[in-house]
């Protein structure tokens, strides 16, 4: 950093921040998450401006010579990273097995980050980690949707006497490529309905959110009273 600053470079530095919290913000609200644009932009300029005032208290002049020991200014940024990680902390929400957030988060630090960069004067380096930044969260979305991922679901089918049995059953679902993980069975007296339950583990794309044509498959089978298919959240 500079030891002297001017107006115009503080507002260059603000003006960074500005757009790249902005840019940033707008890519979080098209898509619907927490953090978007106000927050971005707040978040992105609050870093920038706790970075200037450190830049505006750097110089000597009518300072003793260990004024940089007795001020440590530092610390002022790295309290604000600090006081970031609890914010982000508190985004991230944990329900069963389903955890959200993690993104918001990361997001909410790297635009402090920004921040910090574009209050010290490091204006290039700010734009080069904004459009990194750009390029993760909307570029990588798209190749994220794509790849295959593992998916859980729990899969309950009724059959009548007459319907497919344990074997049957399993025969399909392995050959469809489905993991059977467990499967638990239960009967009342002979001659009665039967309830099998599996819990299957099976890849599919990310965005991937039809039922499968196997669980229609064994709909189709004769002797088969109801189907229960309900998804598991990713872990």
Not at 149 to 168: F, H, K, M, N, Y
């Amino acid at each position: 950093m500079p030891t002297h600053v001017t107006w115009l470079e503080i507002a260059i530095r603000l003006l960074c921040a500005f757009a790249s919290g902005a840019c940033i913000g707008l890519n979080r609200s098209e898509r619907g998450r927490v953090a978007g644009l106000r927050t971005s932009i707040l978040v992105c300029l609050a870093a920038c401006v706790a970075m200037i005032q450190v830049n505006l208290l750097l110089p000597l002049a009518g300072r003793e010579a260990n004024s940089f020991v007795m001020n440590d200014l530092m610390r002022l940024p790295l309290g604000i990273l600090t006081g970031m990680g609890f914010i982000g902390g508190g985004a991230i929400l944990r329900r069963g097995t389903f955890v959200v957030g993690v993104t918001t988060a990361a997001t909410l630090w790297f635009l402090t980050v920004l921040g910090l960069c574009f209050g010290g004067g490091q204006i290039g380096l700010g734009l080069v980690g904004a459009v990194l930044a750009l390029v993760v969260l909307a570029g990588l979305k798209v190749i994220e949707e794509r790849l295959k991922q593992d998916c859980q679901a729990r899969l309950v089918i009724i059959t009548a006497p007459s319907g497919p049995d344990e074997q049957q059953t399993r025969a399909i679902l392995q050959g469809a490529g489905f993991d059977i993980r467990s499967c638990a069975f239960i009967t009342a007296p002979p001659g009665a309905d039967q309830k099998f339950t599996y819990q299957l583990r099976w890849r599919s794309a990310a965005n991937a959110s039809n039922v499968p044509e196997t669980v229609y498959q064994l709909a189709s089978q004769s002797g088969v009273l109801k189907i229960e298919w309900k998804p598991q959240p990713r872990q």
